[in-house]
């Protein structure tokens, strides 16, 4: 019987053992509920915003950008985001600095506090500052007599951002400088370097990946920040509103058309902020490889 | 450039990696810091070039005579090679071997051309022309390790240290790189420490070896010196193989497997000791010749190599090895199961 020699043959070439090949309904069924999931979940939200902002034309859409009270969101948010990032770029650095070239005691604790805006909510963060520089706060009566606004002001608003984003940056560089270790940056010290020498063109090289993919997630944090934003603003249009905040008022007013082109800005960063997530992922992974196979002992 | 090394003690928490250690490294000079590992020969290393702070109050390190223990690693100029070379993995060849002269402050800080000439120079020494556009990664480590070399050298350092220069290397590689550093320092005279847990490589490439063991130093000397004249069971053991022996000291005389001999330093001792026989201190005769010697049985013979192995047993069931070179085992022809009879010419006793 020749064909079932060539039957049985021909099963012995096709690729993996059956053991552990998936059939192929298998991988059509799990791959067919992942792109459901997707574009119930995240596609779908994403086309209603661009439509609905879209629905009174683009001459609505585009007016709804010179409203003052949006005009003041937008400056607001960038502010926000203008201020922490590059405060949490400081932070970030210093921080990793600390904890992956030093040995000092508390340094698990530090690292763990590093992750506490990950872990507590947001309207806690709100509150806490709150408590902290509100009226009836700790600092609220000496804040009174200065006459300095923090609650229900800007400043309380870039405070609040800055809380919440200040993970990302360090916990980016954290990683990386663990894995690149110390040597090269003794090897620049016995060759002459001083500290500002040896961080500007040995260590700051090594992590630029890392850096800007963690000020990338930290703006687009900034950006988008809304609940611990929203206790501490007290939503005063044209004076505290974020963007974020803008859009809900927006919303609850009824300006539908409004609230989804404000949104849509938003949208528009967050696809950005993936694209550019994306491409320096890339460069991040090469650099953790780079590392990896430098440090390898053989 | 000497180095002097005074009562130095380090220790890290609880735990003491060097204990009151002083030496002496005189001027052009190849020496090598030898230990197992966890010895303090790497601390040491590191304490000499500043990356590592000495305890305070506990001792000094001077460069010929000025004393370094307070200054900072950058201003010490020491050329610095590490175990895995720490290579700035970012920076082509080149301008990882111009990065010395390209921090140097602006007075001091040669011409671009200058600095350019004085690379390719260097590339030139390490036999790595051609190589300076290349990055780390695309390296072998015997180039990156000759990289780091070049890059070390490139300040003209007053000294010049490596941290097991050669342990990250397969072997074929490490033997030429040895014969290569050691011609190396023969041209360029620089005093140079190296640290090595392989005692070969040490009494290979040294002119002086520094051996150290639980944060002291057991023994300095030439290879030479500290090969034939061990002056601590330590060193006994840890340069090449040794047979050891319970026995008996009776003043110059030492008692052991039936025979008394006169031990090899000629001091008088009493009560029981440890004796030690190299593999090659030990005669393997047909029988017995008159000299004091004791009987044993060949259970193993490994006849390659320069000298022939013979792994021995005692009547007491003790084991022993001997080496002999392979004309006299030829003229031994002895085989396995049969008997021989062993004396050893030269016998250490601590």
Same mark, same amino acid.
């Given at each position: 019987?020749?064909?079932?020699?060539?039957?049985?043959?021909?099963?012995?070439?096709?690729?993996?053992?059956?053991?552990?090949?998936?059939?192929?309904?298998?991988?059509?069924?799990?791959?067919?509920?992942?792109?459901?999931?997707?574009?119930?979940?995240?596609?779908? $939200?994403?086309?209603?915003?661009?439509?609905?902002?879209?629905?009174?034309?683009?001459?609505?859409?585009?007016?709804?950008?010179?409203? +003052?009270?949006?005009?003041?969101?937008?400056?607001?948010? &960038?502010?926000?985001?203008?201020?922490?990032?590059?405060?949490?770029?400081?932070?970030?650095?210093?921080?990793?600095?600390?904890?992956?070239?030093?040995?000092?005691?508390?340094?698990?604790?530090?690292?763990?506090?590093?992750?506490?805006?990950?872990?507590?909510?947001?309207?806690?963060?709100?509150?806490?500052?709150?408590?902290?520089?509100?009226?009836?706060?700790?600092?609220?009566?000496?804040?009174?007599?200065?006459?300095?606004?923090?609650?229900?002001?800007?400043?309380?608003?870039?405070?609040?951002?800055?809380?919440?984003?200040?993970?990302?940056?360090?916990?980016?560089?954290?990683?990386?400088?663990?894995?690149?270790?110390?040597?090269?940056?003794?090897?620049?010290?016995? &060759? *002459?370097?001083?500290?500002?020498?040896?961080?500007?063109?040995?260590?700051?090289?090594?992590?630029?990946?890392?850096?800007?993919?963690?000020?990338?997630?930290?703006?687009?944090?900034?950006?988008?920040?809304?609940?611990?934003?929203?206790?501490?603003?007290?939503?005063?249009?044209?004076?505290?509103?974020?963007?974020?905040?803008?859009?809900?008022?927006?919303?609850?007013?009824?300006?539908?058309?409004?609230?989804?082109?404000?949104?849509?800005?938003?949208?528009? &960063?967050?696809?950005?902020?993936?694209?550019?997530?994306?491409?320096?992922?890339?460069?991040?992974?090469?650099?953790?490889?780079?590392?990896?196979?430098?440090?390898?002992?053989? | 450039?000497?180095?002097?090394?005074?009562?130095?003690?380090?220790?890290?928490?609880?735990?003491?990696?060097?204990?009151?250690?002083?030496?002496?490294?005189?001027? /052009?000079?190849?020496?090598?810091?030898?230990?197992?590992?966890?010895?303090?020969?790497?601390?040491?290393?590191?304490?000499?070039? /500043?990356?590592?702070?000495?305890?305070?109050?506990?001792?000094?390190?001077?460069?010929?005579?000025?004393?370094?223990?307070?200054?900072?690693?950058?201003?010490?100029?020491?050329?610095?090679?590490?175990?895995?070379?720490?290579?700035?993995?970012?920076?082509?060849?080149?301008?990882?071997?111009?990065? /010395?002269?390209?921090?140097?402050?602006?007075?001091?800080?040669?011409?671009?051309?200058?600095?350019?000439?004085?690379?390719?120079?260097?590339?030139?020494?390490?036999?790595?022309?051609?190589?300076?556009?290349?990055?780390?990664?695309?390296?072998?480590?015997?180039?990156?390790?000759?990289?780091?070399?070049?890059?070390?050298?490139?300040?003209?350092?007053?000294?010049?240290?490596?941290?097991?220069?050669?342990?990250?290397?397969?072997?074929?590689?490490?033997?030429?790189?040895?014969?290569?550093?050691?011609?190396?320092?023969?041209?360029?005279?620089?005093?140079?420490?190296?640290?090595?847990?392989?005692?070969?490589?040490?009494?290979?490439?040294?002119?002086?070896?520094?051996?150290?063991?639980?944060?002291?130093?057991?023994?300095?000397?030439?290879?030479?010196?500290?090969?034939?004249?061990?002056?601590?069971?330590?060193?006994?053991?840890?340069?090449?193989?040794?047979?050891? @022996?319970?026995?008996?000291?009776?003043?110059?005389?030492?008692? @052991?497997?039936?025979?008394?001999?006169?031990?090899?330093?000629?001091?008088?001792?009493?009560?029981?000791?440890?004796?030690?026989?190299? +593999?090659?201190?030990?005669?393997?005769?047909?029988?017995?010749?008159?000299? $004091?010697?004791? $009987?044993?049985?060949?259970?193993?013979?490994?006849?390659?190599?320069?000298?022939?192995?013979?792994?021995?047993?005692?009547?007491?069931?003790?084991?022993?090895?001997?080496?002999?070179?392979?004309?006299?085992?030829?003229?031994?022809?002895?085989?396995? *199961?049969?008997?021989?009879?062993?004396? +050893?010419?030269?016998?250490?006793?601590?």
């Amino acid at each position: 019987m020749p064909g079932a020699v060539a039957l049985s043959l021909s099963v012995g070439v096709r690729p993996g053992t059956p053991a552990t090949r998936d059939t192929s309904l298998t991988r059509w069924v799990l791959t067919g509920i992942a792109l459901t999931f997707l574009g119930v979940f995240l596609v779908l $939200p994403l086309v209603v915003v661009f439509t609905e902002a879209l629905r009174e034309g683009i001459g609505v859409y585009l007016g709804s950008f010179q409203d +003052p009270d949006a005009l003041s969101a937008i400056r607001l948010t &960038l502010i926000a985001a203008g201020v922490s990032v590059p405060l949490n770029v400081v932070f970030g650095l210093c921080a990793a600095w600390a904890i992956t070239k030093f040995k000092f005691r508390g340094r698990s604790l530090l690292v763990t506090l590093i992750d506490l805006p990950f872990a507590v909510s947001p309207v806690v963060a709100g509150l806490i500052y709150v408590l902290v520089f509100g009226r009836q706060g700790w600092l609220g009566p000496w804040l009174a007599e200065h006459d300095i606004k923090i609650i229900f002001a800007a400043p309380g608003i870039v405070l609040a951002t800055v809380f919440i984003t200040f993970p990302f940056v360090a916990r980016e560089l954290i990683p990386l400088m663990e894995e690149q270790g110390l040597e090269e940056e003794q090897a620049a010290m016995t &060759l *002459g370097a001083r500290g500002w020498t040896m961080f500007r063109r040995v260590t700051l090289p090594n992590i630029r990946w890392a850096l800007l993919y963690g000020v990338i997630l930290c703006n687009a944090r900034a950006m988008g920040e809304f609940g611990a934003v929203s206790v501490v603003s007290g939503h005063i249009r044209g004076q505290t509103n974020t963007l974020p905040l803008h859009v809900e008022i927006l919303y609850n007013e009824y300006s539908f058309a409004a609230a989804f082109a404000t949104a849509s800005l938003l949208a528009i &960063l967050a696809i950005i902020t993936l694209v550019l997530k994306t491409a320096v992922e890339y460069r991040v992974r090469r650099q953790m490889e780079l590392s990896a196979r430098l440090g390898d002992k053989s | 450039m000497s180095i002097k090394v005074r009562n130095v003690s380090k220790s890290f928490g609880a735990f003491k990696a060097l204990d009151d250690v002083s030496f002496d490294i005189p001027t /052009g000079e190849l020496v090598a810091l030898l230990g197992p590992s966890g010895s303090g020969k790497t601390t040491l290393l590191r304490l000499i070039a /500043g990356l590592e702070d000495l305890d305070p109050g506990a001792g000094s390190i001077r460069y010929y005579e000025e004393d370094v223990a307070g200054q900072p690693v950058r201003k010490r100029r020491v050329g610095f090679v590490f175990q895995h070379y720490a290579l700035f993995r970012h920076m082509s060849v080149f301008e990882n071997i111009a990065f /010395g002269l390209r921090v140097l402050p602006r007075a001091k800080r040669p011409s671009r051309k200058r600095i350019r000439e004085r690379v390719h120079d260097l590339l030139g020494l390490v036999q790595l022309e051609g190589m300076a556009g290349r990055y780390p990664s695309q390296l072998s480590g015997g180039q990156r390790q000759r990289v780091a070399l070049a890059r070390a050298l490139a300040v003209e350092p007053r000294v010049l240290l490596l941290d097991e220069p050669f342990g990250a290397l397969d072997a074929k590689v490490r033997t030429e790189l040895r014969h290569w550093i050691r011609k190396l320092h023969d041209d360029l005279h620089i005093t140079s420490v190296f640290v090595t847990h392989d005692q070969e490589e040490a009494l290979e490439v040294a002119d002086r070896v520094v051996l150290m063991n639980q944060g002291r130093i057991e023994q300095i000397g030439s290879p030479a010196d500290v090969y034939h004249s061990p002056q601590t069971e330590f060193v006994m053991n840890f340069l090449g193989q040794v047979n050891t @022996f319970r026995g008996h000291a009776h003043g110059r005389d030492v008692e @052991f497997a039936d025979i008394s001999v006169a031990a090899s330093d000629g001091v008088i001792r009493h009560g029981d000791v440890r004796v030690f026989v190299r +593999p090659h201190e030990l005669e393997v005769l047909p029988q017995k010749n008159g000299k $004091p010697g004791f $009987p044993a049985t060949v259970l193993r013979v490994n006849a390659a190599g320069a000298v022939a192995r013979l792994d021995l047993q005692l009547p007491d069931g003790g084991l022993i090895t001997a080496e002999l070179p392979q004309d006299r085992f030829a003229r031994l022809s002895a085989g396995t *199961g049969e008997k021989v009879f062993v004396t +050893p010419h030269r016998v250490h006793v601590f």
